[in-house]
């Protein structure tokens, strides 16, 4: 079983920059695919970013692809989201999630945080 915590939401003017976090528990998170995803109001939830489980290969979607850098600290248990040059379009729940896949998947997810609030102010 992995928990997922995510942190470091919050609000920021456009253009800006945020970093969150994913505090994961569990032996295998190691071993785990990491992704994150978004949910703006009244959208559907959509993929951000992905990392395999070594963090040597990773995938983004179109929108924040230049902008956004995922990362993962195994040692922390943690993965990363840097978010740069942000965009009110942007704003939105932001989930953490894992994946028992080792390799990147933009759907196959298995444990799902509660997800932290991101808001881009104009």
């Known amino acids: 079983q992995v928990q997922l915590v995510e942190s470091g939401g919050g609000l920021v003017q456009a253009g800006g920059s945020l970093r969150l976090s994913c505090a994961a528990s569990?032996?295998?998170?190691?071993?785990?695919?990491m992704g994150w995803f978004r949910q703006a109001p009244g959208k559907e939830r959509e993929f951000v970013a992905a990392?395999?489980?070594?963090?040597?290969?990773?995938d983004y979607a179109d929108s924040v692809k230049g902008r956004f850098t995922i990362s993962r600290a195994s040692a922390k248990n943690t993965v990363y989201l840097q978010m740069n040059s942000l965009k009110p379009e942007d704003t939105a729940v932001y989930y953490c999630?894992?994946?028992?896949?080792?390799?990147?998947?933009?759907?196959?997810?298995?444990?799902w945080g509660q997800g932290t609030q991101v808001t881009v102010s104009s």
């Open positions: 569990g032996r295998t998170f190691r071993t785990y695919a």
């Open positions: 990392i395999n489980w070594s963090g040597s290969s990773t």
């Open positions: 999630a894992a994946s028992r896949l080792t390799v990147l998947t933009r759907s196959e997810y298995d444990y």
